[in-house]
């Protein structure tokens, strides 16, 4: 009767345990397989393979949602910034954004506004192309999906010259000049896709900014779901 008592309650533990792990998403193939230099170094090309992806950015000045289409370089989002009360409105055509915080439409220079600064989901991919050296950092989740984390010291001009050229524009716009290695961090899912990158906000800075707690400042670009719905994507009427 003991035995018995203790199997049953073994096996309610197990079946619990198992009920939670099932919560924390439906992907539990473990992450990538491979080397780190050999997943590392095809995560951005993987990831435009895709075609296009729901996204979620968060900086420390905003927030955003929307879907993007990695091969036009297109896109729409929708932000909170919590010192405004209105939404943020972005529309990206042929990697140029325009942004609408209430009062009309105005086009950036970049893919995203100021308050997303380290944001852009296109270029941010390309920073991958720099990595020097990689960290290991095991495995964790990200909105559901398996994956293996790894952290990298990523140098410029490496990631430049081999960035396509129809790109690199872009990812110089990203960097703003900076030329000194950096460290960013990647997770990669079992198709060897990125489902997050972490990039300091102010590439320029030689030290990056850190909060109180130690940790650096940085933004967080999620690829939430691969294979959605863009559609066309066109300048908003009277942008700037």
Excluded at 60 to 66: I, K, L, V
Excluded at 76 to 93: A, F, T
Aim: charged residues 20%.
């Amino acid at each position: 009767m003991v035995w018995k008592r203790v199997s049953r309650n073994l096996i309610v533990t197990v079946v619990a345990v198992m009920g939670i792990l099932g919560g924390c998403g439906g992907d539990r193939s473990g992450g990538p397989r491979g080397a780190p230099d050999q997943v590392v170094g095809q995560a951005a090309d993987l990831t435009l393979a895709a075609g296009t992806a729901q996204i979620k950015l968060a900086s420390p000045d905003a927030d955003a949602t929307g879907v993007i289409d990695f091969q036009a370089h297109s896109g729409r989002l929708s932000g909170h910034v919590p010192s405004q009360r209105q939404p943020i409105q972005v529309v990206i055509v042929a990697g140029t954004g325009y942004v609408n915080a209430g009062s009309g439409w105005q086009r950036l220079d970049g893919a995203v506004p100021g308050v997303l600064t380290g944001g852009d989901p296109f270029a941010n991919l390309d920073l991958l192309r720099g990595t020097v050296h990689i960290l290991s950092d095991g495995g964790a989740e990200v909105d559901g999906a398996s994956t293996i984390r790894y952290t990298l010291r990523i140098d410029p001009t490496k990631a430049l010259g081999t960035t396509p050229p129809d790109r690199q524009a872009d990812l110089r716009r990203v960097l703003q000049g900076r030329s000194a290695i950096f460290t960013m961090d990647v997770w990669v899912d079992s198709a060897g896709r990125a489902r997050r990158l972490q990039v300091p906000t102010d590439l320029r800075a030689t030290t990056p900014p850190t909060r109180v707690d130690r940790l650096p400042i940085a933004t967080d670009v999620d690829y939430v779901t691969f294979g959605v719905t863009v559609g066309d994507v066109a300048p908003p009427a009277g942008a700037g």
